[in-house]
């Protein structure tokens, strides 16, 4: 079940210039429940993640017809695991494509250079509100002086928190995407 974040919510976060609505996939493409969340609420975009919706044609045809991870990994010549090619090239974080599986919602990485993929989010709705808490603890990080390093370890502590309690899956493993731009914030390499 998706985690309840309303249109407002990231509209009010982030500013509706920032945010990348999806057009409505046929039904039975993509899971119910993700595609009105995209459709509605959007993704929005900031330095660490950047929506993609690669429409080649023009047209809203991506969503319809075709997976783009296989098209995207076809056209550079890499390999993708065959239970990835079904599925939907989101948008990139930091150095990681992110994917979306259609039949369940499920977020997924791929680091860059990488074959083998990893579960970034559990759905849609947990990278949204990540991406939010995200953008809240920038702010925070802003107000701090270079050399406040218990503070700016508060603030790491906090937004892990945030975002796990939502969702455990960015912090299961030691090299996802979500902690090693959390050890970099730690190491005050984030402005």
Do not use: C
């Not at 579960?119 to 995200?134: E, F, G, P, R, T």
């Amino acid at each position: 079940m998706l985690t309840r974040i309303t249109p407002d919510a990231v509209i009010e976060a982030f500013g509706l210039t920032s945010i990348t609505y999806f057009p409505q996939a046929v039904p039975g493409r993509l899971h119910g429940p993700t595609a009105d969340f995209l459709a509605t609420v959007g993704l929005p975009a900031n330095k660490f993640f950047g929506p993609r919706l690669d429409l080649d044609d023009g047209s809203t045809q991506r969503l319809r017809f075709g997976p783009s991870m296989k098209a995207s990994f076809e056209r550079t010549g890499s390999e993708l695991l065959p239970e990835a090619e079904t599925w939907e090239q989101l948008g990139d974080f930091i150095y990681a494509t992110v994917a979306l599986d259609p039949r369940d919602g499920r977020i997924y990485a791929f680091p860059e250079g990488e074959v083998d993929y990893q579960l970034m989010h559990k759905d849609v709705s947990s990278l949204v509100h990540a991406l939010i808490v995200l953008n809240r603890g920038r702010v925070d990080f802003r107000k701090l002086g270079p050399d406040n390093d218990e503070q700016r370890a508060q603030i790491v502590d906090r937004m892990t928190q945030e975002i796990t309690a939502v969702d455990p899956a960015p912090f299961t493993g030691e090299e996802g995407e979500w902690e090693i731009l959390f050890d970099q914030i730690g190491l005050n390499m984030w402005r």
